[in-house]
């Protein structure tokens, strides 16, 4: 496996890769999130710009073999993953730690933070054996406030929602 800064050549097979990896979501009854726009090429460039956009291929090259992305941001001292995605091809064989553990080595000696479906499997019963743990909302920073709050507008809210920390030692 290759993990390494996305191309711009590879951010228009992002969003098909986001779409696939989404499709799962249609099975536990939360068609929306399936079927949920990817994200903008614009946000996609903007992050590689900022050197936080990470690509993860079976083998190298481009297009054949891409695997998953990662794309990831500072927040409150902390590196909060913004989009964790695996193609289904591709699941199960460790690829999403592997890209949250690239992202918690450039992002520096910081906490990992994120937000994510409570129940859905493969969301935070997942991160949880990844080493994060559930925020109390005691415990939330404001910029985790402004993306919770921002989630909620977009109707997320209508599952269970948590944010999740990893702190850097065990990153």
């Not at 390494?4 to 799962?24: F, I, M, N, Q």
């Not at 979501?25 to 900022?50: N, Q, Y």
């Not at 993306?147 to 929602?161: C, F, K, T, V």
């Amino acid at each position: 496996m290759i993990i390494r800064p996305a191309h711009e050549t590879e951010l228009p097979a992002l969003r098909p890769l986001e779409s696939a990896a989404g499709a799962p979501f249609h099975d536990i009854g939360m068609a929306a999130v399936a079927d949920d726009e990817p994200p903008a090429l614009a946000t996609l460039a903007a992050s590689l710009r900022a050197g936080r956009l990470l690509v993860a291929y079976a083998e190298e090259g481009p297009g054949d073999g891409l695997a998953g992305y990662l794309m990831w941001e500072p927040v409150d001292g902390a590196t909060h993953i913004e989009q964790v995605s695996v193609a289904p091809a591709y699941a199960h064989r460790r690829i999403g730690q592997a890209l949250i553990d690239r992202a918690a080595h450039d992002g520096g000696d910081r906490p990992l933070t994120l937000t994510t479906f409570r129940d859905v499997p493969w969301n935070a019963p997942y991160y949880a054996r990844l080493g994060f743990r559930p925020l109390a909302d005691a415990e939330l920073t404001p910029g985790l406030r402004a993306i919770r709050a921002h989630e909620a507008e977009l109707g997320l809210d209508r599952w269970p929602r948590l944010c999740m920390r990893r702190e850097a030692a065990t990153a």
